[in-house]
């Protein structure tokens, strides 16, 4: 059993930055992938950032690419999401997810562990 807590929302300006972070207990994740996935008001939820812990692989949604930069702490067992140039429309809830096994990058599906969630608003 993995149990993941996500922490860093907050309200923050355009342009802003923020880093969000996703410390992993239970297990630790050298066979997992790690996942940021998030979920705006009325939309569906959506893939933002992966990363592979053994290699380090990492994977981006099209949206994010050049603005946030997902890594990982081996000692910490944590998952870091820095999220620069935000802007409104990455205004949703974050969330991150473990994903057991080999497959890169994993289907969103394929994530079992799940973590509560943490707010990230944009004001224009």
């Known amino acids: 059993q993995v149990h993941l807590v996500e922490s860093g929302g907050g309200l923050v300006q355009a342009g802003g930055s923020l880093r969000l972070s996703c410390a992993a207990s239970?297990?630790?994740?050298?066979?997992?992938?790690v996942g940021w996935f998030r979920q705006a008001p009325g939309k569906e939820r959506e893939f933002v950032a992966a990363?592979?812990?053994?290699?380090?692989?990492?994977s981006y949604a099209d949206s994010v690419k050049g603005r946030f930069t997902i890594s990982r702490d081996n000692a910490k067992n944590t998952v870091y999401l820095q999220m620069n140039s935000l802007k409104p429309e990455d205004t949703a809830v974050y969330s991150c997810?473990?994903?057991?096994?080999?497959?890169?990058?994993?289907?969103?599906?394929?994530?079992?562990?799940w973590g509560q969630g943490t707010q990230v608003t944009v004001s224009s």
């Open positions: 990363v592979r812990w053994s290699g380090g692989s990492t």
């Open positions: 239970g297990r630790t994740l050298s066979s997992y992938a």
């Open positions: 997810a473990a994903s057991y096994g080999t497959s890169w990058p994993p289907a969103p599906t394929r994530y079992g562990y």
